[in-house]
């Protein structure tokens, strides 16, 4: 059983370029998670998918962020126009939701460490 | 809301001491309870969760947690530290009614002193 797997795993970028980033999630996970995390943080929920399904949306991922998940397996995000203050930590993280039980376990990846200069 | 509070952001321990790291939460039903350790530059790793049942949690790496609902909180703790326990540690939050996401407290930096 593979784990969650995230790439790049650093990305260094100018001011005002686009970005995208990879998420491979645990095969069977039905739910993928999009977490961002700031220098001496806790990570902060961005958005999340049930299969293909994007279901929610943070405040936090403002017009220049989307996020896809077009087959239900793999997912990407993408930042348009990126400035300073989208330098952080972009982790992944899947896990399988039941219909019959409550609570889930997600499994975390990586992480893409962002550098915006 | 959720809101998770972890009010000390460093600890420092010497080896073979105990640790305990607090947690408390904010919010109205039972939430699922999560700690993971996270070290410099890497992801983050479950050591143990509380959905229902016992309120006291064994995870990896010997710790465990104990989920006490009056106090709303769910304090983590070790009997024996060793040098590889140093990390950031954070505590989550998470309900159903809410998608599951988790809210995560701030961590708690553990250094561990020879």
């Known amino acids: 059983d593979t784990g969650v797997s995230q790439d790049p795993r650093h990305k260094i970028t100018k001011r005002g370029q686009n970005v995208t980033f990879r998420c491979d999630p645990i095969?069977?996970?039905?739910?993928l998670y999009w977490y961002r995390q700031t220098l001496g943080q806790g990570p902060e929920f961005l958005t999340y998918?049930?299969?293909?399904?994007?279901?929610?949306k943070s405040r936090l991922l403002s017009d220049r962020f989307s996020a896809e998940r077009p087959k239900g397996s793999f997912s990407t995000l993408e930042i348009q126009r990126t400035e300073q203050g989208d330098s952080a930590m972009y982790l992944c993280?899947?896990?399988?939701?039941?219909?019959?039980?409550?609570?889930?376990?997600?499994?975390f990846g990586p992480g893409t460490r962002l550098t915006v200069l | 809301a959720q809101s998770v509070t972890q009010p000390d952001i460093h600890i420092t321990v010497s080896e073979g001491a105990s640790l305990e790291l607090r947690c408390n939460y904010s919010?109205?039903?039972?939430?699922?309870l999560f700690w993971y350790v996270q070290s410099p530059g890497q992801g983050l790793q479950l050591l143990l969760k509380?959905?229902?049942?016992?309120?006291l949690v064994q995870g990896i790496k010997g710790f465990e947690a104990e989920f006490k609902r009056s106090q709303s909180s769910f304090n983590l703790r070790k009997p024996s530290v060793h040098w590889s326990d140093a990390a950031e540690y954070f505590c989550?939050?998470?309900?159903?009614?809410?998608?599951?996401?988790?809210?995560f407290g701030g961590g708690t930096r553990v250094l561990v002193k020879p």
């Open positions: 998918f049930q299969n293909e399904a994007q279901l929610e």
């Open positions: 919010y109205g039903a039972t939430p699922y």
């Open positions: 993280a899947s896990s399988l939701e039941r219909r019959t039980s409550g609570g889930n376990t997600q499994y």
């Open positions: 095969s069977e996970h039905n739910r």
């Open positions: 509380y959905f229902s049942g016992d309120t």
């Open positions: 989550a939050v998470g309900a159903r009614a809410a998608g599951n996401k988790l809210t």
